[in-house]
């Protein structure tokens, strides 16, 4: 049995609240090299490279944050290392988040904002790659969590060092 003597309620943690308010895209470039180049698609065998890197901030209104993922594609002939095509995309997104303490937010605006961006991000790639003239690319699954943590590797990795303090 609870004791009420004090009449305050058990206090409970504060619920989570997410709402994607608006999804955009910022910039998007596609270039196809091989058609400018003027080879047959038969010659090739394209290597793709997917780079991702993430930003979020925190908008003026209280409790939004926009994070905006970047994409860059890069497709090369496996026999000669010739460009193939070039993706870049960046696609971002309006949140609206409650709920999440602050030393956790950094962390869920880098993971699992991009997870939510994710599937609209490998449609616009699919389709972009089709339109300009390849099979369409689907992008794998994109493990935010391991890419959060790289980041975080390699900040540490670069961040100076204080000095030797010598000790009296």
Known sequence: MADASNG?????APQLKMQILGQFIRDLSFE????????G?????????VQVSIDGRKRSVENQYEVV????VTS??????SPLFLLELEYGGIFHIEGVPEEQMHPFLMI?????LFPFVRRIVSDVTSDGGFP?????????VALYR????????TAPRPADQPTN
Do not use: H, S, W, Y
């Not at 305050?8 to 409970?12: D, E, T, W």
């Not at 090369?76 to 290392?81: C, G, P």
């Not at 790289?150 to 990795?157: P, S, T």
């Open 8 to 12: 305050a309620a058990p206090q409970q």
């Open 32 to 39: 196809n090299i091989l058609v400018q180049k003027g080879i």
């Open 41 to 49: 698609a038969t010659q090739v065998q394209p290597e793709i490279q």
């Open 69 to 72: 993922t970047k994409f860059k």
């Open 76 to 81: 090369n002939n496996a026999t000669d290392k």
């Open 112 to 116: 699992e904002c991009p997870r939510m």
């Open 136 to 144: 369409q690319l689907n992008l794998d699954t994109v493990d935010f």
């Open 150 to 157: 790289q980041e975080l590797a390699r900040r540490a990795a």
